[in-house]
């Protein structure tokens, strides 16, 4: 071997071991996921008053089994596509829904209140999912769609653009750089993370054909449609970008009349007409804070 093999095979030695350390710095930084769920979102529900309502809605429990099996699929998708862990946030209902019986061996579970208005997100984690996961309040044929409150909030608006629990939790996220990758809920709901998203992964396994009537997958079927939609969507996370709202930020929330108790003007709070308060702050985050510190 001549001096010029030597150097080349040399080069081609210090390239290899670069890049080796490179697959193993990413494989220890892991991509953890935080998983947002919900109830009105999944297949087989339509009523609130009859299915969503913790421990007096007289099919509630079934509606469990239906939540808990449609998270379940996507934890096997998201761990056969590479997530090395999975945190669940019990958001329906102030987490009075999902229970550490039933929920993935695999997975963690975030429940009970209170917990911070950013949900314990931070910059640990690789990316965000929608499980159960409605429409905004007033969406087209939106199953159970409503924003927050079914009774207290008509409408939320983010820089002038119509935002719901989907739009504020992929903002919030973004501010952390976390991108939202993938959601699962009726047809509605894909269309409002897609306008926010447009290569995220969504299992629709159900559409509207009012807010209280629909086509439901069943239950399997549903389940396995969200096993590889969470699958494809850790696989193709290098695709997918954070979603990042530029300061400043004005939340501008119109409520019902039973939404308007204890607000008050202060610094960066401004009401405007009769039940229309903004919120304003330097970021999303600060400008949400002040919203949800009422």
Not at 128 to 155: C, D, P, R, T, W
Not at 187 to 215: F, H, M, N
């Amino acid at each position: 071997m001549n001096e010029s093999q030597v150097r080349i095979f040399a080069l081609l030695g210090t390239v290899f071991f670069g890049v080796t350390l490179s697959l193993r710095a990413q494989s220890a930084q892991g991509k953890k996921v935080y998983m947002v769920t919900d109830m009105e979102g999944v297949s087989g529900i339509f009523d609130t008053e009859l299915q969503c309502i913790p421990y007096q809605s007289p099919r509630f429990e079934e509606s469990r089994k239906l939540l808990t099996g449609e998270i379940n699929a996507a934890v096997d998708g998201l761990l056969e596509g590479g997530a090395t862990e999975v945190v669940i946030w019990d958001g329906h209902d102030s987490s009075r829904t999902l229970s550490a019986l039933d929920i993935h061996p695999r997975a963690r579970l975030l429940t009970g209140t209170p917990v911070s208005p950013k949900l314990e997100l931070d910059s640990s984690y690789s990316a965000l999912v929608f499980i159960g996961q409605h429409a905004m309040a007033g969406a087209e044929k939106g199953i159970v769609s409503h924003s927050y409150s079914s009774e207290g909030i008509q409408n939320i608006c983010v820089n002038n653009m119509p935002t719901g629990e989907i739009g504020a939790r992929v903002m919030l996220a973004g501010t952390f750089g976390i991108p939202a990758i993938m959601l699962s809920g009726d047809a509605a709901a894909c269309r409002e993370i897609l306008d926010l998203v447009p290569q995220a992964e969504c299992a629709e396994v159900k559409s509207g054909v009012s807010r209280t009537a629909g086509y439901m997958l069943p239950h399997p079927a549903a389940c396995a449609l969200i096993r590889e939609k969470a699958r494809r969507a850790i696989q193709r996370l290098p695709e997918l970008k954070p979603y990042k709202i530029a300061g400043p930020v004005e939340v501008k929330v119109e409520f019902t009349t039973k939404g308007t108790h204890g607000l008050r003007q202060v610094e960066g709070v401004e009401q405007r007409g009769e039940r229309t308060w903004v919120f304003r702050g330097k970021d999303i985050v600060d400008a949400w804070l002040k919203y949800s510190s009422f």
